[in-house]
């Protein structure tokens, strides 16, 4: 058994996805740019880095769905990000929680201090360390 952790990419996600080709460029645009456009919307205070994590956990969960454009809104902690993404103006609502800490925690890792080693949560599980994305409606 491999001790080693395979987080798929952006690039395959959107490859399996059945979303838009609009919102599959739209997402590669943002990654570069980290700027909300009319396909991927948030406010200032949502980090698009923490943004990106949420769509990327979007893709992975609604792999079959077509997706033409989100709306993110979160609340960011230092371990934690937290909040919904509307999906196609309302069709769908998903709840999100994404936690290193949380992860951490259930990984069993901690830190030289004794506590949850969210770093390294964080850089392992990257976008993968939702503790909760749940449809809404």
């Not at 396909?39 to 200032?44: A, C, D």
Request: some cysteine; proline content about 4%.
């Amino acid at each position: 058994m491999s001790d080693t952790i395979e987080v798929p990419k952006l690039d395959d996600l959107l490859a399996a996805s059945k979303a838009t080709d609009e919102f599959k460029e739209a997402v590669r645009v943002f990654e570069s740019d980290q700027s909300p456009s009319d396909r991927v919307i948030f406010k200032s205070g949502n980090p698009p880095v923490k943004v990106l994590r949420v769509i990327m956990g979007l893709l992975e969960t609604a792999v079959d769905y077509e997706i033409e454009t989100v709306e993110v809104n979160g609340v960011s902690g230092c371990s934690d990000y937290r909040g919904t993404v509307t999906v196609n103006d309302g069709d769908r609502v998903y709840h999100f929680a994404w936690d290193c800490a949380w992860k951490a925690k259930e990984m069993g890792w901690t830190d030289f201090m004794g506590y949850p080693d969210q770093i390294k949560a964080a850089r392992t599980f990257g976008y993968q360390c939702f503790e909760q994305f749940k449809q809404m409606n």
